[in-house]
């Protein structure tokens, strides 16, 4: 399962489409010597993904990964000293 806030939905929209930037974007584990968390890229299709379709945007996961963290969500933040996107699964990422 995918979901993902109005609110950060908006504000990746408004970014492609600010920076002429096309694509899908790829939700993937970054895994170093600090750990692993859960990224946004841009990426093509391959076959070993989901994809899940909001508004104008597609996302990409590889299904290896779903089944791993199980629930992902985007949310983004924004305060007064911190503009972020938060990305978050039910599970903790492996390392």
């Known amino acids: 399962m995918f979901t993902i806030s109005d609110k950060?939905?908006?504000?990746?929209?408004?970014y492609?489409?600010?920076?002429s930037l096309s694509g899908m974007i790829r939700i993937s584990?970054?895994?170093?010597?600090?750990?692993?968390?859960?990224?946004?890229?841009l990426d093509a299709p391959k076959q070993e993904d989901d994809q899940y379709h909001f508004h104008k945007t597609t996302f990409l996961i590889n299904k290896k990964l779903v089944r791993e963290v199980g629930e992902i969500r985007i949310d983004f933040i924004?305060?007064?000293?911190?503009?972020?996107?938060?990305?978050?699964?039910?599970?903790?990422?492996p390392n």
Do not use: F, H, P
């Open 8 to 14: 950060a939905l908006n504000r990746l929209e408004n």
């Open 16 to 19: 492609l489409r600010e920076k």
């Open 29 to 41: 584990a970054q895994r170093d010597d600090s750990g692993s968390r859960l990224v946004m890229s």
């Open 78 to 93: 924004d305060r007064e000293d911190t503009q972020a996107y938060l990305i978050s699964s039910s599970r903790i990422l």
